[in-house]
């Protein structure tokens, strides 16, 4: 299994410009989260699914920030438009549910808006 | 709702000495408890988790960790520290059930930073 897959692994943007950040869970699972890593403020949880389902939102910072999840297999994160506070780590996860709780989490995609 | 403290940001120990990264958590149903190391530059893996089987969990590169409910605590431990333990440790927690089903997300704590000095 490849794990869980994030893309790009860096991304330098200018103040004001549209970014996707992009997630491919492993197969089989069923939850997938996005969080938001910095220095300041941590691990923060912006958004998860269950089964594609947008299951809590309360994370997400404002209406700059969207994600969705078309399918089981893919999910993506937009920030639109960026500013420079929005510059962190932004990692995905997935997890099966049950006794395979436990999350996976991707190599992130370190963001940088200027 | 549910929440973890670790106590300590930054803990430096000598190779060879014992490790000891403490979490408390706080939660309104049976908890399941989580530890994750994080390198620099990469994401979080898992080291261990407790899920209401067994109080003493073994995890991954030595670690284990022990569920107390009287003192609502899961602190981490490690006999013998290596060069290569050096990063930071995470504890989480999210809800769980006495039938094996979890729910939903974990909420995590601030980490702390292992430093192991030769």
């Known amino acids: 299994d490849a794990g869980v897959i994030q893309s790009p692994r860096h991304e330098v943007t200018e103040m004001g410009q549209e970014v996707t950040l992009r997630c491919k869970p492993i197969s089989g699972h069923d939850y997938l989260f996005w969080y938001r890593q910095t220095m300041m403020r941590g691990l923060e949880l912006l958004i998860y699914f269950n089964n594609n389902v947008p299951i809590d939102d309360s994370g997400m910072p404002e209406d700059r920030f969207s994600a969705k999840m078309p399918n089981a297999s893919f999910s993506t994160l937009k920030i639109q438009p960026s500013e420079p506070r929005d510059s962190a780590v932004y990692f995905c996860?997935?997890?099966?549910?049950?006794?395979?709780?436990?999350?996976?989490f991707g190599s992130g995609t370190r963001l940088t808006v200027v | 709702a549910q929440s973890v403290t670790q106590l300590g940001s930054h803990v430096s120990v000598s190779e060879g000495a014992l490790v000891l990264l403490r979490c408390n958590y706080s939660?309104?149903?049976?908890?399941?408890l989580f530890w994750y190391v994080q390198y620099p530059n990469q994401g979080l893996q898992l080291l261990l988790k407790y899920t209401s089987a067994a109080t003493l969990v073994k995890g991954i590169n030595g670690f284990e960790a022990e569920f107390k409910k009287s003192e609502t605590s899961f602190h981490l431990t490690k006999p013998s520290a290596h060069m290569s333990d050096a990063a930071e440790y995470f504890c989480a927690v999210s809800k769980g059930s006495a039938g094996g089903t979890s729910y939903g997300k974990l909420t995590f704590g601030q980490g702390t930073i292992l430093t192991v000095h030769p």
């Open positions: 996860a997935s997890s099966g549910g049950g006794r395979n709780y436990g999350y996976t």
């Open positions: 939660s309104s149903v049976p908890p399941y």
